[in-house]
């Protein structure tokens, strides 16, 4: 086993995730807070994406603003996969606590972002014809992000390799449905302030006439 630093375990199982997340597993490292700043650059990644990519290859760019898309597509998706992940392990007799599928499910997005921000820079220097840099960059981090998930899954619950992707699959289900009943419970909630808001004015203004 090894021993490092905060950052050194983060560095540790992104670059030897086999035996990284069963090191971190063991040796009850991952901090919280890291996961936390982490989730924050996927934000970050996401409004630097969204405005400062290069023109020629920016097709997302709009001139009014809106944050609350990205921080569904990042934030809110991100917690989404946590809960859904926990709320199946139980299901499929996993070991995994809620902290640690958040720390662990953090530590593999790193790639991701990391290659999501030097994407963005290529894309301000890079002409049309070089693009395929571009999606070489993007893929790499998705690619490594996906492999590190994995193990991160299989570690974090101590799963066989065919148990963690089918309870990767059916986290992403539990994650639709989660999403699913979020929208229908805002829904409800935005139709009976709507009714309540009516009966209130209604009651205004018969007795102020």
Request: with cysteine.
């Amino acid at each position: 086993m090894y021993e490092f630093s905060t950052l050194g375990w983060l560095k540790h199982v992104i670059f030897h995730p086999v035996e990284g997340f069963e090191d971190l597993r063991w040796k009850k490292q991952g901090s919280l807070k890291v996961a936390m700043i982490i989730v924050l650059l996927l934000f970050v990644y996401m409004v630097v994406d969204r405005q400062l990519t290069g023109f020629q290859f920016n097709n997302a760019y709009v001139k009014v603003f809106n944050v609350v898309p990205l921080i569904v597509q990042s934030v809110v998706y991100f917690f989404t996969w946590v809960i859904g992940n926990w709320a199946l392990c139980t299901l499929f007799d996993g070991e995994g606590t809620l902290k640690k599928i958040c720390i662990y499910s953090a530590y593999a997005l790193v790639p991701f972002i990391v290659c999501g921000f030097i994407g963005v820079i290529m894309s301000n220097v890079l002409v049309q014809e070089e693009s395929i840099w571009l999606t070489a960059i993007n893929w790499l981090g998705i690619g490594w992000s996906v492999v590190l998930m994995i193990q991160a899954m299989r570690a974090v619950h101590q799963y066989t390799f065919g148990k963690t992707l089918l309870s990767m699959f059916f986290t992403v289900v539990a994650m639709l449905l989660i999403l699913f009943l979020a929208i229908l419970l805002l829904s409800l909630f935005q139709q009976v302030y709507v009714f309540g808001y009516s009966v209130y004015t209604e009651i205004a203004y018969r007795i102020r006439g």
